[in-house]
């Protein structure tokens, strides 16, 4: 059978990209900044979030492509946010359809109609694109934002060079476990109605909570990353590139609650999972995990 570090090595290496996901997030790449090219002035655009950095989890959902406008386009940049997101929809609507466009707080999304089985598998297809218009600024972007939780939004300045190197940094310092370590919490946090919201601020969090060196034991650490989290996601986390509003703006009083029970809950499972492995119950401890973030974990 099994043991639980193994199970946990397939786990994470089912929730890595792998070559033909890339080969078919390439082709909705370059389908996307085609058509783009025929509405707007797009200067280049390039995959990015945690796509790019591979903290992304499975199902692969919301791959962010930036397509940065050139002059002929400026002119957006002194209209409300909202302008562009719509105008960038419209376009996408005529070639996906409206069911498939759905205009976001920074981005538009693009459905393209996969839809993963009961295993989380999709044919290693990508379920959705975010589409991120953008306007350089030096050597960071700005991105329109229409705010959250009833505030102003406005155009945010984002710098997607910075996040990918805390993430290097990060991964570098704790033993090449902390991108999977990531990947497993959002798939938890998928696998459970999204109690955290952004999904980026689990990562955003785990640049700080997930204290090097590496423990050893990814069934310790995931149990040590829920407590930590469930305590600590009632403060404001900042944009690490200290240019973004809070990463935490999403989330009011009740939701930031509502996660803690969920955390505190899966902090329990996980101590539960962690005592019927050293009780020597091996099959009953890889249903716990199972159960625990759903089915991609390997129970075999
Ligand atoms: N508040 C913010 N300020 C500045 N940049 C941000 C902020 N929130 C997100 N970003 C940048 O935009 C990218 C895309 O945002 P998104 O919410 O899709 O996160 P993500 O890291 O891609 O996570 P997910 O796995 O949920 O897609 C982030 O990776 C980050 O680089
Ligand atoms: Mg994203």
């Avoid at 909202?82 to 996408?92: F, T």
């Avoid at 459970?192 to 060196?213: G, Y």
């Amino acid at each position: 059978m099994l043991t639980i570090e193994e199970a946990f090595t397939k786990f994470r290496s089912r929730l890595e990209l792998n070559e033909k996901e890339q080969a078919n997030a390439s082709s909705r790449q370059r389908e996307i900044r085609a058509h783009m090219d025929t509405r707007f002035d797009v200067e280049h655009d390039f995959l990015t979030g945690s796509y790019a950095r591979h903290t992304k989890t499975k199902p692969l959902k919301d791959v962010d492509i930036f397509c940065v406008l050139g002059e002929g386009e400026r002119h957006y940049r002194k209209e409300a946010p909202s302008a562009l997101l719509s105008a960038v929809e419209d376009a996408l609507v005529d070639k996906y359809g409206r069911a498939a466009v759905k205009r976001q707080r920074r981005s538009v999304c693009v459905d393209f109609g996969v839809k993963p089985d009961a295993d989380d598998k999709t044919d290693h297809r990508v379920v959705s694109f975010d589409v991120v218009p953008a306007f350089a600024l030096g050597d960071c972007y700005e991105i329109p934002d229409l705010g959250a939780l009833g505030g102003a939004g406005g155009w945010t300045k984002t710098d997607p060079r910075v996040h990918a190197n805390k993430a290097i940094e990060a991964q570098k310092a704790y033993s090449s476990e902390w991108k999977g370590l990531v990947r497993m919490m959002k798939y938890w946090n998928n696998h459970h109605d999204k109690p955290i919201k952004p999904s980026f601020l689990i990562e955003v969090m785990a640049l700080e909570v997930l204290h090097p060196p590496y423990g050893g034991e990814r069934s310790r650490e995931l149990q040590a990353f829920f407590a930590t989290l469930a305590a600590r996601i009632h403060e404001t986390w900042s944009d690490p590139a200290g240019l973004g509003p809070p990463v935490s703006d999403v989330m009011d009083a009740a939701m930031r609650s509502s996660a803690r029970m969920a955390l505190l809950e899966a902090e329990r499972a996980a101590a539960h999972a962690i005592d019927l492995a050293r009780r020597g119950r091996q099959g009953d401890a890889l249903r716990a995990w199972r159960e625990l973030f759903g089915p991609l974990f390997p129970l075999s």
